[in-house]
């Protein structure tokens, strides 16, 4: 695999705080990443070190040169691959227009004249905002100014895209859209991608590996595949027609008693349910024929008390588990 950035032993101090402390990782081409962690971990700090925007006070920040070997970026960043970035919430001049702001941004990163203007109206499009592009960023939207800011990061066809919490103030049918054009970066043209977010949700749709950070150091680094068979955590989500409304409790002990021979009883109860969602999350022992025999039961024995509309495997809860038993 070819390494794009690699922290080798990172540490920032601010005074007597210790935000990042011994971080080592490394970022291969193609990859997508997730950075994840409470407020306050160190994630934005991190990023900021990748960025160049703050220096580290121990280690290096290694970034791939154009001929394939990495470089320090506190001693020398000339020749660089493109890095794009994202950080935290963006602000732009208000008296200016989407346009103008992005012409002005493509110049000063060297995107050649002739491609320029077809890249910023096929990003305005692509996102949205085409027909604001000459509006004043003064009457944006929260969210209208953070799909900008992606924009602005992707404008120079970066082989690395950063961004942080990307998806803040952006609403609930825009962030899908947002999250597609985020996959297809890195599944269609090979992008590499970090993400910090507090959606675990937008993690698990996009992002293949997890670096889990707490209190500054990184706690666990690897694929979810791989962090689920380190962990153990196998979990079902079971989805139901009509919400359980009575009797919850005596229920599940009766479908405990039932899948008794397959249950996970390291998770402490291995069967809940969740009113607001009408959900059964089932923790197993992992078996393929586990699942199987698993869903006979609860379609024959319990079809008079709920029926299944769907069985299935969860990125995103599985995502949730995994923070809960990882970050302490």
């Known amino acids: 695999m070819t390494e794009l950035i690699k922290l080798n032993k990172v540490s920032k101090i601010f005074g007597p705080f210790n935000a990042v402390n011994k971080v080592s990782f490394e970022i291969n081409k193609g990859d997508a990443i997730a950075l994840l962690g409470p407020n306050g971990s160190g994630k934005t700090t991190i990023v900021k070190m990748i960025a160049g925007l703050i220096k580290p006070t121990y280690g290096e920040v290694l970034i791939s040169n154009k001929k394939g070997k990495l470089q320090d970026i506190g001693k020398k960043s000339t020749n660089l691959i493109k890095v794009g970035f994202l950080i935290d919430i963006p602000s732009f001049y208000k008296s200016v227009s989407a346009y103008q702001i992005l012409r002005f941004l493509g110049r000063a990163q060297l995107v050649p004249k002739k491609e320029l203007d077809s890249r910023i109206e096929d990003l305005l499009r692509l996102f949205r905002l085409y027909k604001w592009r000459d509006e004043k960023v003064q009457y944006f939207s929260k969210g209208m100014k953070q799909k900008l800011g992606i924009i602005s990061a992707m404008l120079i066809d970066p082989d690395i895209l950063i961004l942080d919490e990307p998806q803040t103030g952006i609403d609930p049918k825009a962030r899908v859209e947002v999250r597609k054009i985020i996959a297809n970066f890195n599944k269609e043209k090979g992008k590499t991608i970090l993400i910090c977010s507090h959606m675990i949700h937008e993690l698990s749709q996009i992002c293949e590996k997890i670096a889990f950070i707490n209190r500054g150091e990184l706690i666990a680094y690897d694929t979810i595949e791989n962090l689920q ?23 599940l002990k009766k479908i405990t008693k039932e899948l008794e021979p397959y249950l996970d009883y390291n998770i402490d109860p291995p069967i809940q349910y969740f009113y607001d969602t009408q959900q059964l999350r089932i923790y197993f022992d992992g078996k393929r024929k586990a699942k199987a025999e698993m869903l006979d039961i609860l379609t024959t024995k319990f079809k008079s008390n709920f029926r299944l509309i769907s069985y299935s495997q969860e990125r995103s809860n599985l995502l949730e588990q995994l923070y809960t038993e990882t970050i302490v």
Not at 229 to 251: A, F, M
Request: aromatic share 0%; hydrophobic share 35%; glycine share 4%.
């Open 229 to 251: 068979r380190k962990l153990k955590i196998n979990e079902l989500t079971c989805q139901i027609l009509d919400p359980i409304s009575s009797g919850v409790d005596d229920l």
